[in-house]
């Protein structure tokens, strides 16, 4: 997908890339690395038509979330955020001995679905995931679903047959989710680390949910 030669050039091919559809001309751009003059931790990027977009971890920073747009994975700006502001309580606000200080958002995944953008991150702090929604991403106005637990390094994706899940990583499981985008998460399906089924969970009882998903960090916690 990419070379780095001694001298230090970065060679994207861009039709090696994910999310090139077939039939695309092969083009090659030639830059010099760091591609981008600045701190952009977990990047995930989507192809949609001739236009790459790119979220990133911002944490307690606000506006929280950048989407950055490019159209040769070399040049970048910034064209909106997710939001203002993440949550109206003392963590976020940094009042009564509260903080957000290394929280807020991380590790986001983006994905282009059913004419609409997708992106999901998870708030340590809050204890929450965040799904947030929009037809133009370019326009700053989103929607958001928020769940009361932790979808550890959750990763959206589409199934062949239309479906949308959510891939997570716990720490002895990994867990699939199935969702509805853009508006509800109906099922939890864990699996083993040989991807067998062990069980299946209906969403709807957040707080079963959030019981197995902290039986099992405490399993974790409990190894070590």
């Not at 950055?68 to 910034?78: G, Q, R």
């Not at 064209?79 to 109206?88: H, P």
């Not at 679905?113 to 702090?125: L, P, R, S, T």
């Amino acid at each position: 997908m990419s070379s780095i030669s001694k001298h230090g050039v970065l060679t994207v091919i861009l039709a090696a890339l994910l999310f090139v559809g077939a039939g695309c001309s092969r083009t090659v751009v030639t830059t010099q690395n760091p591609v981008i003059y600045g701190d952009v931790p977990d990047p995930d990027v989507i192809r949609v038509g001739d236009d790459y977009y790119m979220t990133s971890t911002t944490m307690h920073l606000i506006p929280g979330v950048p989407v950055m747009h490019s159209t040769d994975l070399v040049n970048w700006e910034i064209v909106s955020y997710l939001y203002d502001q993440l949550e109206d309580n003392d963590k976020a606000n940094l009042t009564n001995g509260e903080h957000s200080y290394g929280g807020g958002s991380w590790a986001s995944s983006i994905k282009f679905a059913k004419g609409q953008y997708h992106v999901c991150f998870i708030a340590n702090e809050q204890h929450k995931t965040y799904i947030y929604h929009t037809e133009d991403i370019e326009s700053g106005q989103w929607t958001r679903d928020v769940f009361d637990m932790v979808f550890h390094d959750p990763a959206l994706f589409v199934d062949d047959d239309g479906s949308d899940w959510v891939e997570l990583k716990n720490i002895s499981a990994e867990d699939i989710i199935s969702l509805n985008l853009p508006t509800a998460v109906p099922y939890v399906f864990e699996f083993d680390d040989n991807y067998n089924l062990v069980k299946d969970y209906f969403l709807g009882d957040q707080e079963a949910i959030a019981a197995k998903m902290n039986a099992v960090a405490n399993q974790g916690k409990a190894k070590k």
